[in-house]
């Protein structure tokens, strides 16, 4: 949001200066307080209240002939004076509505007490102050129509209090009578609603001459322009048109803009004898949302959704350049890869009228990351019009036309140099700053990626945008205008458009423009996408990009057998596999070049360099920058999805590959020896629930595969001795620096996920089976995973599965099954405790006195969850240790523990439950106080009754008298309460 002018600059800035006509009434109206921030303030306020409204009538001159005075002017010069004339108006509104107050004779000072007022008080200086210099509310395209009334009622809120302290400051308020105190105290609390209302009434007139009003607060009818203006902004370009003020462009600024518009016209990318339409029209504009992000916000999906979306993207754009605040901070967009950031830079490069805007274009990638922004421009201009100038010499040739500079690919400067930006929109700000102090005012926009646009700093004033993902009507847009550029390719290939219907069966893909354009693709070969039931994601994601290398491999060498053909697409596929790992095992989204040329060294028989692997792929995105001289690239997938199924797709075909070698039998005396050190190297340096798409993949891909049991069994062989010394030489592959345990630990996780997906369930008897306790062994084995692995992945596995423990005749058993839900099910200690059934017979009770051992073990090894819980159960510990570790056979229940029983019964009472869910509760805990303690327990058997029965009486009115009858019962035969005390409350 844009500093904004006070009344006080605002009036001089709109009456042409001091010595102004208007002004000068202004300020002997103010009592010489306009022109000079005097410390008096009275002449000002008593002002307020002049019955001739002057300051209403002067300030309403100030507006009048608006139009006329600002003719000429260059497009931030109107700018500037157009957010004057709002800032009179907002005060205008305020001075008329107050001027409107009946105010007693006894509150107008005479002569004389005017001449003492002259002084100065302290209520008159600060109402004085705030009124001539609070920068009032001003609209943002960024905020509803109801923020911005929200903010301006509170503005006059604010003016009205301090009003008040004035007025009622006055000698003449206690001369008034009560029914007058209250007759003006209610005019003073309908001042900020009439004011308001006042200000609207005002605002329309002028967004009624002036349009960039309309713009900034949002007081548009988008639905009724939409219909014609879906594409490539024209709705922007039209609405800049109608508000032109400049002169046709020449030199640099008319060669730059020739550049841009020639490139919407240019035909996009060609894939056989089908086309990409040119960009001017296939370009959808796209939906947003847009607001101020904090740091620890900006990347949160969840706060994202929490804006409104929105579809009025050109008229925001129209908003935000014409408004003051297009010069003071960057505007950044965001998006996710694909979602049309740099397309969108484009459009704004080439729909912005030259002449009212001196735009240029700088994509990051193409100039040097570690030069001031200025030598960026510089260079870019030069490479786009062949002139060389410098920055005030292009500036200088904009005329009437405000500079615009757009940097794309923030976020290519992180990824491809390594460096730190965090201050980089600083220094933009800064750059603005010196521009708008020399006279040289420029708006900036910056586009970036949503992940890693918390790596840079936010500055005042800077809005964020986020570019949303297609609705279905911008689908059918699109593939509208692929069918009309292609539809004599597609009729020779005898094959139908892709419908939007159709498309949306896969809506993950069609709702990202990129992919869309792949969906496309794939279905224009033979229009599989329209004879097939839905495909599930992996047999989508196969056919997708198998189909897309095959096409690629026949460009270079159409003469391959079939067989040749398969073999060159499995290897391309394996490359791309690996690229995919280069990322999974880095836990980011991309990968750098000599990352991925090492990782390909060591993991693929003569490797292709990683540039020119994935350079001809279009679902691979390349981001390049130059730093130090050095272009450096990094590779992302397009969908981060691609890359998980690639992760999953070579993961699968490795264990088919070791299946069936296991399968051949071994020669007679040698034994069966099972290489896996290429799975070893990929799966041992990041588990693959980091990501569980991976998983579900996995899932997809093996269920129901006839060799499942085969795979099952290769998997279990290998978990059974993940954990030992490995014997064979390990793969020279080091994509993260891990030690020997963190690998040890991820690898045999990773097994153990795999082989659960291919069983469909396993036990801890099946995964341990040499162990004399294998539930033990379990945990154990659980327990250094949760050590090693990266908190994600933990957390991700352990949600992903569920966990039942369950007895085989006398031997504890853990089975696990894909699918987490711990739902009703808690936890038993008669199994913990290892306590089976027949060691139960004839026993209702036991107790275990070691919670000093449970304090010791999480004081010496931590754990948050283990301290948190140790926290809560603090209280029970010590001399009522034996709370915790006492436990007793409750029918219906099982086994329970007498700390439990008296938790449970404090949240029935504390929740209001229903009578009889508080009596079960008492039942519970008098079984426990009349049988489940040790006979040489009595302390802690007489401290669980007392807090029984001190809970009683204040439920006592909530139970039924049959419960009573119950307890009196079991204090008759027991001799449950041993005072007099709770005898009296029974």
């Known amino acids: 949001m844009a500093r904004g002018l006070s009344y006080r600059d605002a009036a001089v800035l709109l009456g042409g200066g001091p010595e102004a006509k208007v002004v000068a009434a202004l300020d002997r109206t103010c009592g010489g307080a306009l022109l000079v921030a005097t410390a008096l303030g009275s002449g000002f306020a008593l002002s307020l209240f002049d019955a001739k409204g002057e300051l209403f009538r002067l300030s309403n001159e100030l507006i009048g002939g608006l139009g006329e005075r600002i003719r000429g002017l260059n497009r931030y010069d109107r700018t500037r004076r157009l957010e004057a004339a709002h800032a009179v108006a907002v005060m205008a509104a305020f001075f008329e509505c107050v001027q409107q107050v009946d105010m007693p004779a ?216 014409t408004s003051p605040a297009a010069a003071e901070a960057p505007l950044v967009v965001l998006g996710h890869p694909g979602a049309g950031k740099s397309l969108l830079t484009q459009m704004l490069a080439a729909r912005l ?86 006279g040289r005012p420029v708006a900036v926009v910056v586009t970036s990626r949503l992940t890693v646009a918390d790596r840079a700093r936010p500055v005042f004033g800077v809005v964020t945008l986020l570019l949303d993902s297609f609705d279905d009507k911008q689908i059918d847009l699109w593939l509208t205008a692929w069918a009309e550029c292609n539809a004599a390719a597609l009729a020779a290939r005898g094959v139908r458009p892709l419908p939007a219907d159709i498309a949306l069966r896969y809506e993950d ?144 075909q490795e264990l088919e590959n070791l299946a069936a070698t296991a399968a051949v039998p071994s020669p007679p005396g040698r034994p069966q020896s099972i290489d896996d050190r290429f799975l070893h190297a990929v799966l041992s340096f990041a588990p693959l629930t980091m990501r569980l798409t991976v998983v579900e993949f996995i899932g997809t891909m093996i269920d129901n595969r006839p060799d499942a049991a085969q795979i099952t069994d290769l998997l279990l062989d290998l978990f059974h001795t993940a954990l030992q010394p490995r014997h064979l030489p390990a793969l020279d592959y080091r994509p993260a620096g891990m030690s020997v345990p963190a690998r040890a630990a991820t690898y045999s996780a990773n097994l153990f996920v795999l082989a659960s997906l291919a069983a469909g369930e396993l036990t801890s008897a099946r995964l341990f089976p040499d162990s004399p306790d294998h539930a033990i062994e379990w945990t154990r084995t659980a327990q250094l995973w949760r050590s090693q692995l990266p908190s994600e992945g933990w957390t991700t596995m352990v949600t992903a599965f569920s966990a039942f423990r369950e007895w085989d005749g006398d031997r504890r058993v853990v089975r696990l099954v894909p699918g987490g839900d711990v739902a009703g099910r808690t936890i038993d200690p008669n199994w913990t405790y290892n306590r089976p059934p027949e060691k139960r017979r004839d026993t209702i009770g036991f107790m275990y006195d070691n919670d000093w051992v449970m304090r010791a073990e999480v004081d010496f090894a931590g754990g948050r969850l283990q301290e948190v819980g140790l926290h809560n159960l603090e209280p029970f510990t010590g001399e009522l240790g034996t709370l915790l570790m006492t436990f007793h056979h409750v029918d219906g229940k099982g086994v329970v523990s007498a700390a439990r029983a008296l938790i449970e019964l404090w949240l029935a009472s504390g929740q209001r439950e229903d009578r009889d869910t508080l009596a079960d509760r008492y039942e519970t805990c008098l079984q426990i106080a009349v049988n489940g303690f040790a006979p040489d327990d009595a302390r802690t058997r007489r401290i669980f009754r007392d807090l029984v029965v001190h809970q009683l009486k204040y439920d006592r009115p909530r139970l039924s008298q049959r419960m009573f009858r119950r307890v009196y019962d079991l204090t008759r035969v027991e001799r449950l309460p041993d005072s007099q005390d709770d005898r009296d409350v029974l």
């Open 353 to 438: 009228p030259a002449s009212d805007f001196l735009t240029v274009r700088v994509p990051l990638r193409d100039v040097p990351a570690d030069a001031d922004l200025q030598t960026q421009v510089e260079m870019i201009v030069r490479a786009d019009t062949g002139a060389t100038t410098t920055w005030p010499e292009l500036v200088a040739t904009a005329g009437d036309a405000m500079p615009v500079v757009l940097l794309d690919g923030f976020d290519e400067l992180l990824q491809a140099t390594g460096q730190s930006q965090s201050d980089y929109l600083e220094r933009i700000a800064a750059f603005q700053q010196r521009e708008a102090d020399l």
């Open 509 to 652: 893909l069609a709702r990202q423009p990129l992919l869309l354009l792949l969906l496309a693709l794939y279905d224009s070969a033979a229009n599989e996408l329209h004879s097939e039931a839905r495909l599930n994601e992996a047999e989508l994601y196969e056919r997708l990009l198998t189909g897309f290398t095959r096409r690629e491999v026949l460009k270079s060498n159409a003469s391959l057998t079939d067989e040749q053909l398969d073999r060159a697409v499995a290897r391309e596929m394996l490359q791309l596999s690996v690229v995919a790992f280069a990322m999974f095992n880095r836990n980011q989204q991309w990968v750098t070049e000599p990352e991925l040329d090492d990782d390909l060294q060591e993991l693929v028989a003569d490797p292709t360099a990683a540039e020119l692997l994935v350079g001809r792929f279009y679902f691979v995105y390349v981001a390049q920058a130059t730093h130090d001289r050095k272009l450096l690239k990094t590779y992302e997938f397009l969908h981060a999805t691609f890359g998980e199924f690639l992760v999953a797709r070579l993961v699968v």
């Open 106 to 321: 006894e509150l107008r000072p005479t002569k004389t007490e005017q001449l003492a007022l002259a002084t100065g008080t302290v209520r008159a200086r600060d109402l004085c102050r705030s009124l001539l210099e609070t920068p009032p509310t001003m609209p943002a395209p960024h905020l509803s129509q109801e923020q911005i009334r929200t903010q301006l009622s509170g503005l006059y809120r604010h003016f009205v209090t301090m009003l008040w302290e004035f007025v009622v400051g006055l000698a003449g308020w206690g001369e008034l009578t009560p029914t007058q105190h209250e007759s003006i105290t209610r005019a003073f609390e309908a001042l900020p609603d009439r004011a308001t209302a006042r200000y609207e009434g005002m605002f329309r007139r002028l967004a009624l001459e002036f349009p960039e009003f309309g713009f900034w607060a949002n007081q548009l009818d988008h639905q009724a322009t939409r219909a014609h203006v879906d594409i490539a902004f024209a709705g922007l370009a039209a609405a800049l048109d109608r508000m032109r003020i400049g002169r046709d462009p020449d030199g640099a600024r008319l060669n730059l803009a020739r550049s841009y518009q020639a490139a919407l016209r240019r035909p996009g990318l060609a894939f056989d004898d089908l086309r990409v339409p040119a960009i001017e029209r296939c370009y959808v504009n796209p939906n947003f949302r847009v607001g101020q992000p904090r740091p620890d916000e900006i990347t949160s999906t969840d706060w994202w959704e929490g804006q409104p979306l929105r579809t009025d993207l050109q008229d925001f754009l129209v908003g935000h350049l």
